[in-house]
């Protein structure tokens, strides 16, 4: 079975700034996919960066990027230059076959 | 359609009626899912579909619990005897390939907005 631990319900960080919010899974396959959905106040799920696990180069899109230790079976995401737009429930993922597993998500708060 | 849709994105109900949440695909995508979201956590899988087989229902709570896909498009979750537990909101997802196998970017699952279910 998998399961994903996210251990920080709550995150604040300053408009600009750079926060990292952290996730832990548990899986025994080697192939797998990890993600990261974002929740804004509308409840939309949207997504925000996809790692494949058999890939070592960390997964970056713009602002987002990932920090995978598969050994240490951590996937954390780092948003640079934190924007207002950013606020919002982040859920990470973890996806084996069609089997996808959230965790309880983290709520980020960007300040002005 | 551009994007999954669901419907209806709010249902209010008494405890006992049944309820049925339907859910539209993107078009062309293979495989379906049903998850539950309770307010202040994350989306827990329910079941999903890869055409119109369902491929795995261990995720539904009970047996008031069921889904269906017949043509391979649109699903309908359906509740019966809803009871008050039952309140969250309810997404649909869908992929474009089932799998990992060579899968590249088409497993990956785009949500609908969510049914919120509110069961009195």
């Known amino acids: 079975a998998q399961t994903v631990t996210q251990s920080q319900p709550e995150m604040s960080v300053q408009e600009a700034e750079t926060v990292t919010l952290s996730c832990t899974y548990d899986t025994s396959e080697s192939n797998y996919y990890l993600f990261w959905y974002k929740q804004p106040p509308s409840r939309q799920m949207i997504l925000v960066i996809r790692q494949e696990a058999y890939k070592q180069q960390n997964a970056t899109e713009n602002r987002f990027s990932v920090n995978f230790q598969k050994a240490a079976k951590s996937f954390s995401l780092k948003i640079s230059d934190s924007q207002l737009g950013d606020t919002a429930m982040y859920f990470c993922a973890s996806q084996r076959n069609n089997d996808m597993r959230f965790g309880a998500g983290t709520r980020l708060t960007v300040k002005p | 359609g551009a994007g999954v849709s669901q419907s209806p994105r709010y249902k209010v109900t008494k405890r006992g009626q049944d309820v049925a949440l339907r859910c539209d695909p993107i078009s062309g995508h293979v495989s379906l899912y049903w998850y539950r979201q309770a307010l202040g956590q994350g989306p827990e899988f329910l079941t999903y579909f890869n055409y119109e087989a369902q491929q795995d229902k261990s995720g539904l709570p009970n047996d008031r619990f069921s889904a269906e896909r017949p043509e391979g498009s649109i699903s309908t979750l359906t509740i019966q005897r809803t009871e008050q537990r039952d309140s969250a909101m309810y997404r649909c997802?869908?992929?474009?390939?089932?799998?990992?196998?060579?899968?590249?970017?088409?497993?990956?699952?785009?949500f609908g907005a969510g049914t919120r279910l509110s069961v009195l």
């Open positions: 997802a869908s992929s474009l390939s089932p799998g990992l196998a060579g899968a590249r970017a088409k497993n990956i699952q785009y």
